[in-house]
């Protein structure tokens, strides 16, 4: 709400203030094809203290003013050429309904007055005037107008504080995906896990992300032109080990044969049962993929709710089949769990990011600075996945910043800017559930300590600091300095570049200053890298 709203709203004690309201800031515009009239009015209402005062000489001429500058009040004649009162009325309720109408005429009956106030007049006052007769109307008008900005203004709080918890919703739902996401991840990594402790374990995933009763894994047997079953859960007796499928037969067969993921509320097929379902019941088939060629297809059956398999189930069961299908091939799920996180972290952080226009793709630039600093310094490649992760999400925990802060276009208070330093917790706390590594959390929460101890939130010096997060730190601030602001344009890198290394050994680690600095004239000479002019 601008201030000038707020002080149409407030009267003479703020909003909600109990005193009448101050007409002093009020604009009346009046209405008469009679300039006599129009002329008698604007002395009352002048000499009643109203601020401002503009006239017309029929509704036409009134709504090109509406169109053009506030109003506060409309008198208006009934009988105009053109257009007249009650046709204004209409108008004036139906595109601007928190301005008050207040009828005026000279040939008064009960007709005209019960229908002006059907169609939403305020008052009806009858020629001729006089001052004292004026007041009172134009008071309660007054009052109606702060009320209405009250409400108008309320709806639109309560409008927005409906679309944030609505964000709010669709944040913890994506990040309780990203979570199951995540976890897929881990239960895929490469370890120890082969043959058939292998298949157990994709279809134990399988069930838990998706909430079934039931899963089974099978693959494609060519020679046999079947579907041996390699794994199955919860379903009883009745798929002994390497039992088989014939290919087409049930959903699973018609999965694999169509090259698709299938969902259906109920497993009607006449082979469901030997597929690895008990009844009826939704289930989902997903195809599993090497280098496009389906080798297999992985089924959940009955939701443990009682409901159906949803969209999201499926999405999720398609993501563990394919990290499951490479683990099958070379037991190297990690190298491409990363492609789908990043997919959804570049999402999430660019709703984030999208609400302030000039922070547009910060954290992907500050992310690819990151990894090529720690290329330098010969991080392992554990190590610049966990960048690639971590730094996507570095400042997500502005999301909790309100953007009255956040999007300022200009410097920020000392008290401001103590809020935006709970960033880095707020940010902490919202991945907590996706079960990050140690280091990865520390990232979020690390990437403004400085080298002499005197960043935050915790403080932290020198090697106290995790060597990603002092990276990350000299790679968020280049971004910062060489980015555009409202309140100022982004510095020269080279520049950038110099400040820098004035505050090697101070606010940043003097080896990753150093490293910076090659990676930064590496990028003058390559045009596909990240760098400024």
Known sequence: MDAALKLRVSGR???????????????????????????????????????????????????????????????TDIHMPVMDGIALLEKVKGRWPAVPVLVVTGYPTIETAVEAMRRGASDFIVKPFKLDQMELPLQRAARERRLLLENSFLNRELAQKREIERLNRRLQKK??????????????????????????????????????GKASLMLLDEESNSLLIKAALGTGQELPENSSVPLGEGIPGKAILEGCPLILEAAEEAGSARCGSQGRGSMISVPLRIGGEVFGVLNVYEKRSGGSFCKE???????????????????????????????????????????????????????????????????????????????????????????????????????EISVIRTHPII?????????????????????????????????????????????????????????????????????????IETLAGTQFDKEVVAAFKEVLEEARLTPNLPGRG
């Open 427 to 499: 940010g902490e706390r919202i991945v907590r559930p996706l079960g990050l590594l140690p280091l990865e959390r520390s990232v979020i929460r690390h990437h403004h300590e400085r080298w002499d101890g005197q960043g935050y939130p915790d403080g932290l010096k020198g090697q106290g600091i995790p060597l990603p997060a002092r990276i990350l730190a000299v790679a968020d601030c280049f971004d910062a300095m060489t980015s555009d602001r409202v309140y100022r344009h982004g510095r020269p890198s080279g520049e950038a570049m110099s400040e």
């Open 13 to 75: 004690e703020g909003f909600g203030g109990s005193r009448e309201p101050c007409l002093g800031e009020f604009s009346v515009l009046i209405v008469d094809d009679d300039i006599l009239t129009r002329e008698t009015l604007r002395n009352m209402l002048l000499h009643l203290g109203v601020g401002r005062v503009q006239e017309a000489s029929h509704g036409q001429e009134a709504v090109l003013i509406l169109e053009q500058r506030a109003v506060d009040l409309v008198l």
């Open 175 to 212: 990040l309780e995906e990203l979570s199951k996401l995540y976890a897929i991840s881990e239960s895929m990594q490469p370890g120890p896990l082969v043959g058939e402790d292998l298949f157990q374990r994709i279809i134990q995933m399988a069930a838990e992300v998706t909430e079934a």
């Open 313 to 415: 189930d499926l999405s999720l069961l398609t993501a563990l089949a394919q990290k499951a299908a490479l683990a099958l091939e070379n037991q190297a799920l990690h190298e491409s769990i990363y492609t789908t996180l990043t997919e959804t972290l570049v999402s999430l952080v660019s709703t984030i990011e999208a609400r302030d226009p000039y922070t547009r793709d910060h954290s992907q630039r500050v992310t690819q600075w990151a990894v090529r600093i720690a290329q330098k310094l010969g991080l392992p490649k554990e190590d610049l996945d966990m960048l690639r992760f971590a730094g996507y999400l570095h400042d997500i925990g502005k999301i909790g910043i309100r953007d009255s802060i956040l999007m300022k276009p200009a410097r920020l208070t000392e008290e």
